[in-house]
């Protein structure tokens, strides 16, 4: 099917398409995330005490979240199993308590995907202050989509403490919550270390558009050793506020409208092609 218009999230994105895929300027819109406006009029906040009830976690302790991603070129084993070092031998200035987002690529019938979600859940069985949230299940062969539970993850990154996550678009939605972000990029010492599967340093990726432009806009930082991973958690269980109005900047131009109207101005515009073709 033949396109001729497009709508985009920002002006960087439409940039990326006149000059990557060659769109004529005058086709592209530029309307915001409808999916996020959501997030900023908090439509899909759970109560805190009946979310703190639902994964047993404890209030007086703070919360660290961390979202497993880019689990398709590494494992994110190695990551938590550092947080979970660092809670376990006092090396953080505060109580805290670890919340981890499985990636739905965890529940796809690939073995070492399935190991590697195994192995977290065993984790969380035998320590008291470590927690797994599952993406939702969409039925039948349609898999697993962390897209669809918007209450949980709304909820997660409103309560988190510190949210922490391998780049992704989770950064930006980490940001546009205000939460501290930290990227956390410790190369796993094997990779997925099987025949045929390829693998990628996660110390590797920083310069890949999105990764690059967080990492210049400074709205977060990147640990690439568990010394990085200690000095950036302790930094911000200091200083929660460090940072806070480079997050906001980095909001604006990745997402322009917050808001809450990117919805209507999408439809809007949807609306107004409709009248030029005289339907």
């Known amino acids: 099917v033949r396109m001729d218009t497009i709508s985009c999230w920002s002006e960087i994105q439409k940039e990326e398409l006149v000059k990557g895929s060659d769109w004529p300027e005058d086709r592209v819109h530029v309307g915001g995330i409808p999916t996020y406006d959501g997030y900023i009029n908090k439509d899909w906040v759970i109560p805190r005490q009946a979310y703190f009830a639902q994964h047993g976690i404890d209030p007086r302790k703070k919360l660290l979240s961390y979202a497993c991603s880019f689990i398709s070129f590494s494992p994110n084993l190695q990551n938590i199993e550092a947080l979970i070092e660092l809670m376990d031998t006092g090396k953080l200035k505060e109580p805290t308590q670890l919340l981890i987002r499985l990636h739905p690529n965890h529940f796809m019938n690939v073995h070492l995907f399935a190991h590697e979600r195994e192995q977290i859940r065993g984790l969380a069985r035998s320590r008291p202050d470590v927690h ?13 989509y962390s897209g669809e539970d918007m209450p949980e993850k709304a909820s997660m990154l409103t309560y988190s403490d510190i949210f922490l996550t391998v780049y992704s678009t989770m950064v930006v939605e980490a940001a546009l919550h205000d939460r501290p972000v930290i990227s956390v990029c410790i190369d796993s010492p094997k990779g997925w270390d099987v025949p045929r599967k390829y693998s990628l340093p996660l110390s590797e990726i920083g310069n890949w558009p999105t990764h690059d432009r967080f990492r210049q806009a400074g709205a977060g930082m990147v640990a690439e050793s568990v010394k990085e ?25 990745e997402i322009t409208y917050t808001d809450g109207s990117a919805g209507r101005r999408t439809g809007e515009f949807l609306c107004s092609l409709l009248t030029q073709d005289g339907i």
Request: charged residues 30%; proline residues 5%.
């Open 132 to 144: 797994v949230v599952e993406p939702i299940a969409l039925g039948g062969s349609l898999g697993y």
């Open 229 to 253: 991973l200690q000095e950036a958690l302790n930094r911000y269980l200091e200083f929660p506020e460090f940072e806070r109005e480079a997050r906001r900047q980095f909001i604006e131009r």
